[in-house]
Every structure is written in C-alpha cells, then in structure tokens.
C-alpha cells in the first residue's frame, strides 16, 4: 500500500502526526529526519509513506501551502490511493491505528513476527478507548482554542485576518480550560519516567498525547506562550515527553522569520 503524507514540519496538526509515527517506531527523530528540503520515504511490511514537507507561499496578505499532487488546504493531508485524501489530523491517526491494528491481527494469526507499529495507541477494550478519545477530544478543543488565539491576537497574522486582542485573549483562557480537565487525568501518571536501570522510558504512549504535546510545545516554543503553568501534571509530563526522540527539537527550528512575529502579542 502507498501513502504520502504532506506536512509542514513544524505546524502543530502535522507534528501531532510526525510524533505518532515516532512514537510507533516508524520515524526516529521527525525534527531533524523531515526537513524542508526533501520527502522521506518510510516503509514497513504494511505500507510505504512518503512524507512530503510543503512549501509556504506567501503574499503581503495571503499564504498557501503547496506541494506537488497536494490538493488545496490544510496541512496534514494523507493520500491513500485512488485519488482520496484524509484531510483531518485526527482521522488520518485513526487511519494508521486500523491499518496497524489489522496488521497486527493477520500477523499473529499467520503466527509471523511483532513489528513496534503493531502496539496500540488508542487503547484495546472499549474503557481504555474511551479514555484515550476523552482525552484526545480535549487537546483537540484546546488546540483550536490556542489557534483561534494566535489568529486573532498574534502579528503573525497581522496582515492576514481582522484581529482582535479581546478574541485572542478570550480563547486562551478557553484553551487552559480544556487544559485544567486534562491535567486532572494525568494525576499520578508514571509512565514516561525512566525505568530503573535503563535510559529510556519505554512505549506506553497513546494518540492523545501525541496532540497533547504538540500543542504545549508549539504554543511554549513558537508563540511563547506556556499554557500550563500552575498544572504541575502537565508540567511533569511536558518535561519528560520533550526529551523523547519523537518530540525533541533542535535549537532554533523554527523558521527565524515566523518565530519573531508569532512572538508578538497585541496589547491585552
Ligand atoms: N482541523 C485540521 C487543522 C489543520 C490546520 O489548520 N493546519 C494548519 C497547519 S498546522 C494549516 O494548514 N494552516 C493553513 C491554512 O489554514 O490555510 C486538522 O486537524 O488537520
């Protein structure tokens, strides 16, 4: 089967995607494996996926992103054959959670061996999915809560859209609504501490913090806004997922040009 993903390396909807494929063991490192130069092939026994990084188009008051055989809008977009596209960053995760999953079900029946994208990120019984969504749905809402924010309040869209700083004010503190529900779920959780006598944290990441992190990275990192100050849950989980080899980012990753504008906030 062969796929292509279009991304914008750095954007907050395609990362969520970049650090899933990480997270299943199909990427290493997507900051510095997928650049803006060239796509990056990735196979395994299930399908092959080309990524393929836009470029950003830009006038005094308009931006597109484009690449060949991308259809207009937003990024992520994956192609699955026959000429259709999954549009939506959290369909085209449910997307590679079935395809894995029925992977891995024909493999253990042919009794062949376990590859790493055959582990579920979304849970196994009906209680574990429930939670993973619940919480899934969440960052999804903050998310659109922080981008409505950057839209509305930030001058990197000053030249783009009509802007108003009580808007933007007004959806970030939507935005850490969603985030103080999250952070009452995420009490107590352990499991990206280091395992004793080991380096690494293991794999018991799920699809939910995946966007999680993607947002709390790209809203702290790009905008300079931390929206979880104050959630010590979100606080210990931010720490020690940032230093996974799925989220981590070199210094100064973000296009210089953007970063200084998206830093700029309208008077509140
Ligand atoms: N709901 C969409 C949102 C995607 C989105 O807004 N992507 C941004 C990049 S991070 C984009 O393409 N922006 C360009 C535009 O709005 O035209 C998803 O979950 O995939």
Not at 188 to 217: I, K, Y
Request: hydrophobic letters at 40%; a negative charge; one cysteine or more.
């Amino acid at each position: 089967m062969d796929l292509e993903l279009f991304v914008l390396t750095w954007g907050i909807y395609p990362r969520r995607i970049l650090i899933y494929l990480a997270e299943k063991g199909l990427l290493k490192s997507p900051a510095t494996e997928v650049t803006d130069s060239t796509p990056l092939e990735v196979q395994c026994q299930t399908f092959n996926l080309k990524i393929t990084p836009v470029t950003v188009s830009a006038t005094e008051t308009s931006m597109e992103l484009v690449a060949p055989g991308k259809p207009s809008g937003t990024v992520p977009i994956l192609a699955i054959g026959n000429g259709t596209f999954v549009k939506q960053s959290i369909a085209i995760l449910e997307y590679f959670e079935d395809i894995c999953e029925h992977a891995s079900l024909q493999a253990s029946e042919d009794g062949r061996d376990d590859e790493t994208y055959f582990r579920t990120m979304r849970g196994t019984t009906p209680e574990e999915r429930a939670r993973t969504r619940d919480i899934l749905a969440l960052a999804d809402e903050a998310s659109t809560f922080f981008g409505f924010a950057c839209h509305k309040g930030s001058s990197l869209f000053s030249n783009l859209e009509s802007q108003s700083p009580m808007a933007s004010v007004m959806a970030l503190e939507w935005c850490r609504r969603a985030l103080e529900k999250i952070e009452m779920v995420y009490e107590d959780d352990h499991r990206f501490e280091v395992l004793p006598g080991t380096r690494n944290s293991g794999n018991r990441s799920n699809t939910a913090d995946c966007v999680l992190f993607s947002l709390l990275q790209f809203s702290k990192e790009l905008y300079g806004r931390d929206m979880i100050i104050g959630l010590p849950n979100l606080e210990g989980f931010y720490e020690l997922f940032k230093e996974r080899d799925s989220a981590k980012i070199p210094e100064n990753w973000y296009p210089a040009h953007i970063e200084s504008m998206a830093k700029v906030w309208l008077a509140e």
